[in-house]
């Protein structure tokens, strides 16, 4: 099957600039989320969708961060404006509906705001 | 909130020895899962644990998760240059999602 995938893989900006990341998951997998990843830490949820509602967004800056998830299908993640400690890898996982599954990673995108 | 914690940080092995880490959570977990990072990846999904004090093994690998559901271990038997990366534990707490720990960094020198 297909994996996760994810655009664009590298994205270098200059902060209060604006980004988006687009991620498609598995077909199928009504659990999405999105992870940001600071160099030498563990993956840190941003925001967890069930088909296009939205589940958790508790740990997502929402006065810069913004996803959607329109049509159940593919997600997008926008940082605007961009500061320097959003510099990251921004991934996406998709999973099957339910606590007993593993996540689907995505091959991420390396944000770099300078 | 729930936090998880993963000893040790990094761990060298020359290639042959064993190797293990050790994933706490500060509160009791549903369940947990163990992914594999390799340099430049993306996390990959290895297993999940359910059971209190259940033991699972892959090939070389073998996932235990406590008693009481606080803790988890991975051990890996003669460790081989391709088990170089990182590894995470995530622990999921009843109605939460899944939190990841910081991930240990395993080197094997060949």
């Known amino acids: 099957e297909a994996g996760v995938a994810q655009s664009p893989r590298y994205k270098i900006i200059e902060k209060r600039q604006s980004v988006a990341f687009w991620c498609n998951p598995i077909?199928?997998?009504?659990?999405l989320y999105w992870y940001q990843q600071i160099l030498g830490q563990g993956p840190k949820l941003l925001i967890q969708?069930?088909?296009?509602?939205?589940?958790?967004d508790s740990q997502l800056p929402k006065d810069r961060f913004s996803a959607e998830r329109l049509k159940g299908v593919d997600s997008t993640l926008k940082i605007q404006p961009a500061k320097l400690e959003d510099s990251a890898v921004y991934l996406c996982?998709?999973?099957?509906?339910?606590?007993?599954?593993?996540?689907?990673f995505g091959s991420g995108t390396r944000l770099t705001v300078v | 909130g729930q936090q998880v914690m993963q000893i040790p940080q990094y761990q060298h092995v020359q290639e042959g020895e064993d190797f293990t880490t050790y994933c706490n959570s500060s509160t009791t977990l549903s369940n947990i899962q163990w992914y594999k990072q390799r340099p430049g990846g993306h996390p990959v999904f290895l297993i999940q644990?359910?059971?209190?004090?259940e033991v699972k093994k892959q090939k070389r690998l073998t996932f235990q998760f406590g008693e009481a559901k606080k803790n988890s271990s991975l051990h890996i038997t003669a460790t081989q240059t391709t088990d170089v990366g990182t590894y995470f534990c995530?622990?999921?707490?009843?109605?939460?999602?899944?939190?990841f720990g910081p991930g240990t960094r395993l080197s094997v020198l060949p």
């Open positions: 969708f069930q088909n296009n509602g939205v589940v958790d």
């Open positions: 644990l359910v059971k209190s004090g």
């Open positions: 996982a998709s999973s099957l509906e339910g606590v007993n599954y593993g996540y689907t």
């Open positions: 995530a622990g999921h707490n009843y109605g939460q999602n899944f939190v």
């Open positions: 077909s199928g997998h009504a659990t």
